[in-house]
């Protein structure tokens, strides 16, 4: 995503550029292969190595050896005197690496010239429903972290600008301006306010003392899914006790999966330095998934080191394999596979050996990454085993805190529309949204934890043979699940 990123940058600005091509010098070895750099600028006579390096230099920690790679890379290019430029997935982030590459192109020569109108063959433009969308997320992530849009303009300014698509960024700004001014207009005239207003002016009441809380005992639940409105409400309800009062929050950071919302996963990290007087409790105790199931999804989710670390416990007794992979040649075969699936079930379930009480369906809940994702078939499904089951598809994200006998995770595989998502947010969110975490997928990652573990009995889940999910890749190699082709179709 970053040097595609990287790629059309240097598209609009009409910058020639060749991507991976070989390295001037032969650099083949026992032990290392034919050096290929990311890019090379033959107007310019430079090279660029993009780097997924965090603020401190430091790689992903399951990136094995990388940063001995970089060092190899600087090495070849500083023994044959060849120029290197380096961008960081920090300096993307943070919108200093494209701002340096254009810099370093002009000083050899080449002079990146900005063209909005080039045409292109990639995605179209974006749809107007999609525009409201983004608008509103916008407007939302604004209000809620008490953000002044005068404060993203001044950001915006030349010399200030630390967002790597300033001209789009101011656009948009000018746009969404005229939009909220007539939002707020509308309010005014119903005498109204939205949910954001609710929170900034609860807390002004608390603030400016025209509410006096009776309470001493605050409890917040899902705390992972505070915004900076919604810190700010709970700041102002304890300071009104004058110290006396004490604030308790139950969340688990491990399911915050929703920062297109204001969530701010910061709120769980660094709660001692917000609340230094106040308990936090994380959920460690399950009453839901096997321990098979906690014990692998609780693995794969402590990758990313910035996740607080808690040993996960059931209640639930269950043996047996809790998580399957189902790998089909094409997507048509996989959801047939799954209404496969679903009629052995009817036939264990009628049987009496799912051992469910008398009287009670077994729930099936489909889970997809998109609310496309949504089987044609499934009304069909609902009709054929309404004796036996409860089906019903819901998005990973809709499903948080729901639960089923078995889950199905349709559509698993490495795609833009795929399970983890690689359709990143738009640029201009980053103005006003809380910052993400370095890690790679982190947010994905997290997404994909929430779906694992919301089984009693057993997780399924349908990917295709040529191209399967990362996230399924990784667990087939440390061995917390497995992969079965077809024919393999029973449990």
């Known amino acids: 995503q970053e040097e595609r990123l990287v790629a059309d940058w240097l598209f609009f600005h009409g910058v020639r550029y060749q ?96 063209d909005a109108a080039r045409p292109t063959k990639g995605q179209p433009p974006i749809s107007t429903r999609e525009l409201a969308a983004l608008v509103r997320a916008f407007q939302q992530q604004l209000k809620g972290g008490g953000i002044a849009p005068s404060d993203i303009a001044k950001a915006l300014e030349p010399g200030r600008a630390s967002n790597e698509h300033v001209v789009r960024a101011s656009r948009f700004l000018s746009l969404y301006d005229r939009i909220a001014e007539e939002w707020e207009r509308r309010l005014q005239d119903a005498n109204g306010i939205d949910f954001d207003d609710m929170l900034i002016q609860a807390a002004e009441l608390i603030e400016n003392g025209a509410y006096q809380s009776p309470y001493k005992m605050i409890f917040a639940d899902e705390f992972q899914d505070s915004s900076r409105a919604r810190v700010r409400l709970l700041k102002a309800l304890l300071d009104q006790t004058r110290q006396r009062g004490h604030l308790c929050v139950v969340g688990d950071d491990w399911q915050s999966i929703n920062r297109f919302a204001g969530a701010d996963l910061s709120v769980m990290t660094a709660f001692k330095d917000t609340f230094p007087h106040s308990s936090q409790l994380g959920l460690a105790t399950t009453f839901r998934c096997p321990q098979s199931l906690c014990d692998a999804s609780s ?25 399957i992979a189902y790998a089909f040649p094409s997507s048509e ?27 009670r369906l077994v729930n099936v809940l489909l889970l997809g990454r998109y609310n496309h994702e949504r089987p044609g078939c499934l009304d069909k499904w609902k009709r054929q085993f309404r004796d036996q089951f409860q089906i019903d598809f819901r998005t990973v994200h809709s499903a948080k805190g729901l639960e089923a006998d078995y889950v199905m995770i349709l559509n698993m595989i490495e795609d833009a529309y795929g399970f983890p998502s690689q359709l990143a947010e738009d640029p201009v969110l980053r103005l006003a949204m809380p910052e993400a975490d370095d890690f790679p997928m982190a947010e994905e990652r997290r997404v994909f934890y929430v779906a694992l573990t919301r089984a009693r009995r057993q997780v399924r889940i349908y990917t295709k043979t040529s191209s399967p999910s990362r996230f399924l890749v990784e667990m087939a190699k440390n061995g917390l699940i497995d992969i079965r082709l077809p024919g393999g179709v029973g449990a």
């Open 19 to 114: 991507y991976e091509r070989d390295y001037e010098h032969p650099t083949r070895t026992r032990t290392h292969q034919q050096y290929r750099p990311d890019f090379y600028y033959p107007d310019a006579a430079l090279y660029h190595e993009h780097f997924a390096l965090d603020r401190n230099g430091k790689a992903p920690a399951h990136f094995t050896d990388y940063l001995a790679g970089v060092r190899w890379k600087r090495q070849c290019h500083a023994e044959h005197e060849t120029d290197l430029f380096e961008t960081t997935s920090h300096d993307l982030r943070n919108g200093r690496g494209l701002e340096g590459l254009a810099a370093a192109l002009r000083a050899r020569g080449v002079e990146p010239v900005f």
């Open 299 to 323: 693995r794969f989710v402590s990758a990313n080191p910035s996740q607080l670390g808690k040993d996960v416990r059931t209640t639930n007794p269950r043996k047996g394999p809790s998580i």
């Open 333 to 359: 075969e996989a959801l047939d596979g799954v209404g496969k699936h679903l009629e052995r079930l009817r036939m264990q379930a009628a049987s009496g050996d799912l051992g469910q009480p008398a009287g």
